[in-house]
């Protein structure tokens, strides 16, 4: 199978404690893939591994780009993973607040571009047209995105679910092959999440890329991820179907607790 | 009912004063006589003052608490009334013109001590926007500025000591020392932020300067090194008036390309990352940008107005010692930064006019200038924190937008 990102018994730990256990995971091209779990499961931890915040104790994460060749990521530089194709949104919001909607995004073209110090001095030709197609690519991000009447508005005035949205214009602008979204949805209201949901589908369809999500909110991952792979206690505990996840004893064991006569 | 509360308040300051006050300001024991005077005059005096000066803080400070409801509520242009000003072609092109011709007629129209202290403040503008790029856009907290300063200046001192290299050799050199050992400062510092960094940049500014003071074969220690020659111009000898001048000029041109270099690093990709990083660091790095990469940028071409204003520095005083580069000449350089508005480049040359000239000719008041700067310097801090201009964001143009700035759809 063409898995763009592939992760073999990955292991991470804190001191003592144990944050992902043995951890597999594949993401195939054009795939919407989720991961879930109860609270403080290592979701997040696993995403940081993946991104090369953090360097996974033990365990193999190899990525193969489309077109490109397969290779082993384990602890790389974060600016090298977004450079790959890697892409990544945060648990809280972190935009950069006091810069435009447009500059958020133009931010994300930063790795994409190379006008170095003395280009920016001397702005020769083209550092011009490099700066032109960074602000004109930008703005069509936005347009797709659906935040093209805010473009000059400060980040940090935006409501909180154009925040979310902004912050996945300014992945998609790393022109990644593989977005991994954390918790999209966390604190939108219904309408806001019904329009995400269009959103990842068509980032999924019109733009090729894959998109490996955390989640909490079920009515999303159900309807739109290809498979679900579950962690708890930083273990995998089931993957498959959105359907076999449903009726997967351990999963709901794991939601509910050991006492409830389901 | 709100006045009624804010004169009540106003009210029990000026009693509380009275009181604090009493002892010193009403009681005078006199010796001579042997009698007590009672003052009660001054206790007046005390109270009314208090009261107003309460009275007049709490409606600034109410206005200012209004202010940014309003701006919250998004009813007053986003746009601050400086930046307006700047943007009306009508007003900041004979504004310009005016400046320009002051600017040019300066050292014609007053003494060389006036030109003197100009050149002093045009040297501390190329400081302060050379800092503006670690402090204000990098968002780097530098205390230790002034050992760049330092190297630049005793590059030219000791070359030109030993070597006998003149000024206009040494300006690029001493330009590429700044570089060199704002990479030297930035490297240990990489992995630290806030009040760490602040930390470690404060040791590195004592070290240089305890070096300086201390290698007495190096640097001749604390008695400094005299008789650095001016800046020189083919060869023509001037006399000291004229040398003056022309340093202001040197000065004037070399403030220009500071400026011109600072706006379009700002306006580029570099400087894009360097606000990114200072907004956000793991989501900078997150977004690809290579952390080490943009920092050491930072300091490095921070530190490079500073070794040239140094080489300057020298040239103009014609005599150094470490003396002259102690932390209070960073924190000045700081102040500068951050009164003006951090990451304006007009706030910061407007930052260093006011706080390099202001002591000069507050001089009339003699033992009050220091208190009247401090004060000024908090009322600054309490209703204008974020300096006196404020950076606003560019605002782009694109494909989908008319030339005005406005888009042509929607």
Known sequence: MDSVLEVNGTTMDFGGLRALHAVDLQVRQGEIVALIGPNGAGKTTFFNCVTGIYDPTEGDIFISPPGGKRRRINGIKINRAAELGMARTFQNVRLFPNMTVLENVMIGRHCRAKAGVLGAIFRGWDTRREEQEIVDHSYEILVKIGLADQVDELAKNLPYGAQRRLEIARAMATEPFLLLLDEPAAGMNPRETEALEELIVQIRDEEKISILMIEHDMKIVMSISDRIFVLDYGEKIAEGTPAEIRENPVVIKAYLGEDVNA | ?410
């Open chain 2, 1 to 410: 009912m709100k006045a009624l509360s804010e004169f009540k308040k106003a009210l029990i300051i000026s009693l509380w004063f009275m009181l604090l006050t009493f002892p010193i300001m009403v009681i005078r024991v006199n010796t001579i006589e042997k009698v007590v005077e009672w003052r009660w005059r001054n206790m007046a005096f005390i109270g009314i003052g208090s009261f107003l000066l309460s009275f007049v803080w709490r409606y600034l400070l109410g206005r200012k608490e209004k202010g940014r409801k309003l701006a919250e509520a998004g009813s007053v242009e986003a746009r601050p009334f400086s930046r307006r000003l700047l943007d009306e072609p009508r007003i900041y092109r004979p504004a310009l013109a005016a400046v320009t011709l002051f600017a040019v007629a300066f050292p014609f129209l007053f003494s060389s001590y006036q030109t003197n202290i100009m050149t002093t403040a045009l040297m501390y503008v190329m400081l302060g926007l050379g800092l503006n790029i670690v402090v204000g856009l990098a968002g780097l907290l530098d205390l230790g500025y002034v050992a760049f300063y330092a190297v630049g200046a005793y590059s030219y001192a000791l070359l030109n000591h030993h070597f006998g290299l003149g000024f206009w050799a040494i300006l690029p050199v001493g330009a590429l020392l700044g570089v060199l050992f704002g990479i030297l400062l930035g490297f240990p510092v990489l992995r630290l932020r806030g009040d760490y960094l602040a930390i470690v940049t404060l040791g590195f500014g004592e070290i240089i300067r305890l070096i300086l003071e201390n290698w007495n074969e190096f640097s001749f220690g604390p008695s400094g090194i005299a008789n650095i020659p001016r800046p020189g111009l083919f060869g023509i000898q001037m006399s000291l008036n004229e040398a003056t001048i022309y340093l202001y000029f040197l000065m004037i041109a070399l403030c220009l390309f500071t400026i011109f270099v600072v706006n379009r690093l700002q306006d580029s990709r570099i400087g894009r990352a360097w606000i990114a990083l200072r907004e956000d660091e793991v989501a900078c790095q997150a977004m690809g940008i290579d952390k080490t990469k943009t920092k050491l940028t930072a300091f490095a071409l921070g530190a490079t107005w500073a070794g040239m204003v140094g080489v300057i520095f020298a040239a103009k005083t014609t005599f150094i010692n470490p003396a002259s580069f102690t932390f209070l000449e960073s924190a000045m350089i700081l102040s500068i930064v951050v009164l003006g508005g951090m990451g304006s480049i007009i706030g910061v040359i407007l930052g260093a006019f006011i706080l390099i000239l202001t002591p000069e000719y507050l001089r009339a008041f003699s033992n009050y200038r220091m208190l009247l700067f401090g004060t000024t310097m908090v009322l600054m801090m309490v209703f204008r924190p974020q300096g006196i201009v404020t950076n606003v964001r560019r605002i782009y143009k694109f494909r989908a937008r008319g030339r005005d700035g406005e888009p042509s759809q929607a």
